[in-house]
């Protein structure tokens, strides 16, 4: 993928990165999602609940001219959180790596904190190598997998 860049999240958008949320492959590495993937309506809800959130930066990633993911950044607990799902079409592209830059470019607030399915080995080198560094893990219920899990939790100072 030659060219990756951030834009606001648009209605027209919202079709294609429901169906990149339902992959099954996807929905079983991100663990953390929403209890049934394939309900539009909860999805919707949803999103209009976090594009109405003024503490979060909400864009969708273009390669190459088309939307391809997305990412956000919002506000938990007192602590700043990134967020990114892309679709599986173009894994092991960059794709994700330069969002994350692109994103902390565009959100400057540290510390910034990430939480990662501890077996997701593609998100963990994605925010490794954007500087997030290991602070601690925990167990919590992955709603995808059905059952507890390891994740792992990261800062960026």
């Known amino acids: 993928m ?30 953390f ?9 909860a999805f919707d809800a949803h999103m209009r609940k976090v594009l109405a959130n003024p503490e979060a930066t909400n864009r969708v990633i273009v390669g190459d001219g088309r939307v391809v993911g997305s990412i956000a950044s919002f506000v938990m607990e007192g602590d700043t959180e990134i967020t990114y799902w892309v679709d599986r079409a ?12 692109l994103l902390l470019d565009l959100v400057t607030v540290r510390p910034m904190h990430a939480r990662v399915a501890s077996d997701n080995a593609g998100s963990m080198r994605v925010l490794t190598k954007a500087g997030f560094e290991v602070v601690g893990t925990e ?9 507890e899990i390891e994740e792992t939790i990261l800062k960026l100072s």
């Open 2 to 31: 030659r060219e990756v860049t951030l834009r606001l999240v648009e209605d027209t958008d919202l079709d294609t990165l429901f169906e990149f949320m339902r992959d099954p492959e996807s929905v079983r590495m991100a663990a």
């Open 33 to 41: 999602t929403a209890e049934d993937p394939d309900d539009r309506d």
């Open 90 to 101: 173009v894994w092991g592209q960059g794709v994700a790596g330069r969002a994350v830059a």
């Open 139 to 147: 167990i919590s219920y992955a709603t995808a997998r059905k059952e």
